[in-house]
């Protein structure tokens, strides 16, 4: 939240736009994921027999070659998803509020 010099908490918050909110939340949603799959690949994400994307990721480890489709498929997927939230939420940020660059 953005706080001038002598501004009080309630003119603060008004100055900050709802479209500031909608594309910070959208890039939480994104880092979300991405550490969802990057804990999971590591071992400290879900729990089998829960599938996520990182746990995929870290079975088709050790050999990539042989299990490509554990690694591209489940790659492809985290790319496309997190690119998904940020770009979804940049164009309603934009939406909302076209003046903030």
């Known amino acids: 939240m953005k706080k001038s010099a ?3 908490r309630k003119s603060a918050a008004r100055s900050q736009s709802p479209g500031e ?3 910070t939340s959208s890039k939480a949603r994104a880092g979300n994921v991405l550490a969802e799959s990057g804990l999971s690949f590591l071992g400290f994400g879900v729990q ?3 599938a996520s ?3 995929l990721l870290k079975q088709a480890f050790a050999d ?3 299990y490509w489709n554990l690694t591209l498929w489940p790659g492809l997927l985290i790319f496309l998803t ?3 939230f940020n770009l979804v939420g ?3 940020r934009k939406a909302v509020d076209p003046k903030s660059s």
């Open 6 to 8: 002598g501004a009080s």
């Open 64 to 66: 990539p070659l042989r």
């Open 48 to 50: 089998p027999p829960t």
């Open 53 to 55: 994307w990182g746990e």
């Open 21 to 23: 909110d909608i594309g």
């Open 90 to 92: 940049e164009g309603l």
């Open 82 to 84: 997190v690119s998904s």
